[in-house]
């Protein structure tokens, strides 16, 4: 599968970019593969499903984020790992102010690496759990927009990613098959965090045929500053 699948996948995505952005994919996925062999950074290892699973379904997150964020907004992206959902978003729309946050030390070493390499500006890298930075003046209420990739349950991840989160802002999570359950079970939380759910949306594209979904969140107001909780609280726990 060669790069013209990869601009397929922008195109029904809206996304148009120049040869130098399309360069700099390959240059992360040639990073990503040769780093993964010393490192686990990721399960997906194959060009085409890098293509898919990672830069493509990445990028569907921008599909909902206003064109004045994307332009010159800012977005965190909490559990970043080897960079996913946040980097492939910064390649497409470089005028982001972009927030990597990741807890593991050896994804960290791999993400100063590749925002070095492809010569990101503006990009941010915090090393510790998403339970302390919640509360760090610097991160807590300044973001437009927070994305987040996880298999934690969606009353988890509101309680890593809300507190980022600016008044007015919205958290958008990638999940994956019938979340009808876990999204009312997360009710409780909407409401403690003062956030509200705005919408669900499945992704329809070539490879993606897998259940994914977007969850769409807007933050109303301040977040108690209880919250987050201690880390492994929320996961230990939920709201």
Known sequence: MSRHFLEQGLATLGINLA??????????????TTWNSRINLTG????????????LDSLTATMLIPDRVKE??????????????GIPMKIAFPGLHLALVESVAKKVNFLHHIVDALELSSTSIHHDRAEKLGHAPALRGKFDVVVGRSVASMATLMELT?????????????????????????????????????????IDLQGLEDERCLVVIRKLGD??????RRPGIPRKRPL
Request: one cysteine or more; glycine letters at 10%; hydrophobic letters at 35%.
């Open 44 to 55: 997906i290892t194959e060009y085409s499903q890098v293509l898919i699973k990672h830069f």
């Open 162 to 202: 809300v507190p980022f989160c600016r008044s007015g802002g919205l958290v958008i999570v990638h999940k994956k098959g019938d979340i009808t359950r876990e999204v009312k079970e997360a009710d409780n939380a909407f409401k403690l965090l003062n956030s509200q759910l705005v919408n669900k949306i499945r």
């Open 223 to 228: 977040t108690p500053g209880k919250y987050p």
């Open 72 to 85: 010159e907004g800012s977005i965190i992206d909490v559990g970043t790992g080897a960079g996913f959902p």
């Open 19 to 32: 040869h130098k952005q399309l360069e700099k994919f390959n240059r992360y996925y040639d990073e990503l």
